[in-house]
């Protein structure tokens, strides 16, 4: 049994001696992408990098590598133990390095200098582009499970120029918006400012060159934001202005109520609770029409302010009513009794008059037939 597991062991260090150890990973140093960043499409791409294989094995795996660069020129060159192997040249998308060229002895360092030109390829829409990507080709064909890869944007122009299109438009409609509302008296002073910042934000967009496409959509995405904010701050600032205007005849009515109260002859006249009624009314209105623009519902808030505005303006037209009636009779304060008291003087002031009247009639009448005795 011995001998048989001895024979084993000799046949597994054979067989290790002669099958080359597993490959390790790859790695790739030294990249340079010149320009860095984002990109235009036409603009051209200067990469160069090296591939070192690993130390302590050798390897029969090929390098695969591949580019989405427009018009790619390649050139690579295999250094073993820093000695240079000559310069191979190639164009295509996608180069393969021959596992072939890179077999040397488990003690040789061998690595790969790769250079690549290109250009930027056009895109239908932004989008991220493969400068480089670089595989492991087993002899067959099997791509390795781990590839290193290299991705930079590349702009559609035309989506910063329609970005800074619809943002002018956005400041535009604002613009309207703000002129819309000064004429009716409302404050725009803070979406004003918020006009100045969007303008100034898309300004800076439009100055930018084509390569800073990721700075000047920040400014325009800025801009709208502010466009956003500006708009809120105008539906705020009308909502203010519709319950400020919903207080105006809250604040009339209060100084005729007082003078009514005041007065003994008018301060429980049943018209007064009436009128007093209304003006309870149109002020919840406006607590409500406050409380909904501390939660930002302005709509809502201009709603309950219209509501505010027509129970107010009912009291205090019905409060100058009461008022007129008061000072044309004296006897209105009275209600109905008043009224009917103002009647039954009238009666007997006329009866008066008609009393006065026959008695003077009668007393002229006797005079006169007195005279006529006499002859």
Do not use: C
Not at 184 to 205: G, P, R, V
Request: proline share 3%.
């Amino acid at each position: 049994m011995m001998k048989g597991l001895t024979r084993l062991i000799w046949i597994t260090a054979l067989f290790l001696i002669i099958v080359p150890a597993a490959s390790l990973a790859y790695t790739v140093n030294s990249m340079s992408v010149s320009p860095n960043g984002t990109l235009t499409p036409g603009t051209t791409v200067d990469i160069s990098f090296t591939v070192q294989e690993p130390s302590g094995s050798t390897t029969t795996n090929s390098l695969q590598m591949y580019t989405q660069l427009d018009k790619p020129a390649w050139s690579y060159v295999v250094n073993v133990n820093s000695v240079a192997n000559g310069l191979t040249e190639a164009s295509g998308k996608t180069i393969t390095i021959n596992g072939f060229l890179l077999t040397y002895k488990s003690s040789d360092d061998v690595s790969v200098a790769v250079t690549l030109e290109g250009t930027a390829p056009t895109v239908t829409q932004t989008a991220k582009q493969t400068l480089i990507q670089i595989n492991e080709v087993d002899s067959n064909g099997n791509l390795g499970s781990t590839p290193y890869t290299l991705s930079t944007l590349v702009v559609n122009t035309n989506d910063v120029t329609t970005a800074i299109a619809n943002a002018n438009s956005q400041l535009s409609q604002f613009r309207t918006e703000i002129d819309e509302k000064a004429a009716l008296d409302i404050d725009t002073s803070a979406a004003e400012a918020k006009y100045n910042d969007a303008q100034t934000q898309i300004t800076t967009a439009q100055g930018l060159p084509s390569t800073s496409y990721t700075d000047a959509l920040n400014d325009i995405n800025t801009a709208i934001s502010t466009i956003s904010d500006g708009e809120t701050l105008i539906d705020k600032a009308w909502a203010e202005k519709e319950i400020s205007d919903a207080q105006g005849p809250v604040n009339n009515v209060d100084v005729l109520i007082t003078n009514f109260q005041a007065n003994s002859s008018t301060s429980s006249d049943a018209r007064l609770s009436t009128i007093i009624t209304e003006r309870e009314i149109a002020v919840s209105y406006i607590s409500a029409a406050n409380d909904a623009v501390t939660s930002g519902n302005f709509a809502q808030a201009r709603a309950k302010a219209e509501q505010a505005f027509t129970e107010g303006n009912q009291s205090y037209n019905d409060a100058l009513t009461f008022k007129a009636a008061v000072e044309a009779n004296p006897f209105a304060a009275l209600g109905s009794l008043g009224s009917i008291f103002s009647s039954s003087v009238l009666l007997i002031i006329v009866g008066v008059i008609a009393v006065v009247l026959i008695i003077v009639g009668v007393i002229i009448y006797r005079k006169r037939s007195h005279w006529d005795e006499l002859g």
